[in-house]
């Protein structure tokens, strides 16, 4: 029996997981995201603007106004929109924050016609000046501004990021946490990849059982900068320093009142030892208790490497999370 969730707990799912089938545009990114709600998947979604329309970064209202009907229509709605800031005018000028800022307050506007409780941008990309900037637009438009951070970003890590949202001090800017951050160990078919194209078997052995020990990840710098890394895998080996974390669910407790949602990042489902699900139980323990009221995004990262069928692996990975955070609230009231 699995344990009811709290009810200001919301599972959804990303459109970003159909990223393949968006590219192959045999459906349109919108009709795709609507599919998602009457596909009775998820009734709740995060879409990614720049796949929706070509008329981005300025979106035209009609076209924010009529994907919220067609999802409401299906009994669905938009949860957080992810946003983008264009921070270069090529060939090489630095925007200053007046056109940073222009650039994402059509975002705002676009996210606010579709019903999206916010938007979000990597955790530091704004940066202070920006932020304080957006805060009033962010009232007005009735929008949360989440600072992303996955991998390697910890709050250790980028301190000053951090910190910068706990300054700001107003509920419209919140941390949205990506659990890529609490990987236990890899995910087996990303070392099936990584072994097929030619990366060294001892390191494959040593990323296999010994993760998260730091001279693992001496050994994985070793070999990049030894010139090591095949071609063919050479940007996937990089997740290793970007996108994939060591930490654990219990680094995050300092952080957790600023925090307003995760994305329950998988790239595989391949749980047998629970490298999918404790991470998520773990979280599930934090939250236990505390005042959090927000979105849990089922997020495909491993469709880089994987060809398998979206729909089927989102569904499946939302009842595993289902399932794993009800256990995670259950082990925090004993």
Request: proline share 5%; no cysteine.
């Amino acid at each position: 029996m699995t344990t009811a969730l709290p009810s200001d707990w919301t599972l959804s799912a990303s459109a970003f997981n159909w990223s393949s089938e968006i590219v192959r545009a045999e459906r349109t990114a919108p009709d795709i995201a609507i599919g998602i709600v009457a596909e009775g998947i998820a009734s709740v979604i995060e879409v990614e603007l720049g796949q929706l329309w070509r008329s981005y970064p300025v979106p035209t209202d009609a076209e924010a106004e009529a994907l919220r009907e067609s999802l409401a229509a299906v009994g669905g709605r938009v949860s957080i929109v992810g946003a983008s800031i264009d921070d270069w005018d090529l060939p090489a000028r630095r925007r200053s924050d007046a056109e940073r800022l222009a650039f994402l307050l059509p975002q705002l506007r676009a996210a606010h016609r579709l019903g999206a409780s916010g938007l979000r941008l990597p955790i530091g990309q704004a940066g202070p000046a920006l932020l304080a900037d957006l805060l009033p637009h962010l009232h007005e438009l009735d929008l949360v501004l989440f600072e992303e951070a996955q991998g390697r970003q910890t709050p250790s890590a980028h301190t000053a990021d951090y910190d910068t949202v706990a300054a700001i001090d107003d509920s419209r800017v919140r941390l949205l946490i990506d659990i890529s951050m609490l990987m236990p160990a890899l995910p087996t078919t990303y070392l099936e990849r990584l072994s097929s194209g030619g990366i060294p078997l001892e390191l494959i052995s040593r990323l296999t059982h010994d993760w998260r020990e730091a001279e693992t990840h001496d050994a994985v710098m070793d070999l990049l900068r030894s010139g090591g890394v095949p071609g063919p895998v050479h940007t996937l080996y990089m997740d290793m320093l970007v996108r994939f974390g060591r930490s654990d669910a219990a680094e995050l407790r300092g952080i957790l009142p600023l925090v307003g949602a995760f994305h329950l990042k998988f790239w595989d489902l391949d749980d047998a030892d629970h490298r999918i699900s404790a991470p998520i139980q773990a979280l599930g323990a934090e939250l236990a208790g505390r005042d959090f009221r927000g979105t849990f995004t089922s997020e495909w990262g491993g469709l880089e490497w994987l060809d398998d069928d979206a729909a089927g692996m989102t569904r499946a990975h939302l009842a595993l999370a289902r399932t794993a955070l009800g256990i995670g609230v259950s082990s925090a009231r004993v």
